[in-house]
């Protein structure tokens, strides 16, 4: 069984990867949509706008990457390890970027800033 047909599936896979990626800074840039933006269980924060600037940059680098990453295999200037490293590096480094915005954008824990206020008015 041969490892080629594994790596023509990975390579295609960075198309629609590069293509979503861009599409968000696309939305939130010229569209101003930020239903996107710093998601949690798949809902955007009541101030999604305020996280919009971070969102877009951590895509606009990723999608970047990805597309760089194409160009270059497409061209022959990358071997196989080099550009599965890089492009299995952003790819990661990516969603743990989004997944900690998101759990910066929504708070630690549900009602947390709801006792902190409470406490702070009755003291």
Do not use: C
């Amino acid at each position: 069984l041969s490892v080629f047909p594994i790596r023509i599936i990975f390579f295609l896979v960075l198309f629609p990867v590069a293509f979503f990626w861009l599409r968000r800074v696309y939305r939130i840039l010229v569209k101003k949509d930020f239903s996107e933006v710093a998601l949690k269980k798949g809902v955007p924060p009541p101030n999604a706008e305020k996280y919009a600037p971070y969102e877009m940059v951590i895509n606009l680098i990723g999608g970047t990457v990805m597309v760089v990453v194409i160009v270059s295999v497409l061209l022959g200037q990358l071997d196989y390890d080099t550009w599965v490293a890089i492009a299995g590096s952003t790819l990661w480094i990516k969603l743990f970027m989004s997944f900690a915005l998101g759990r910066q954008a929504h708070g630690i824990g549900p009602g947390r800033k709801d006792k902190d206020a409470s406490k702070a008015k009755q003291g």
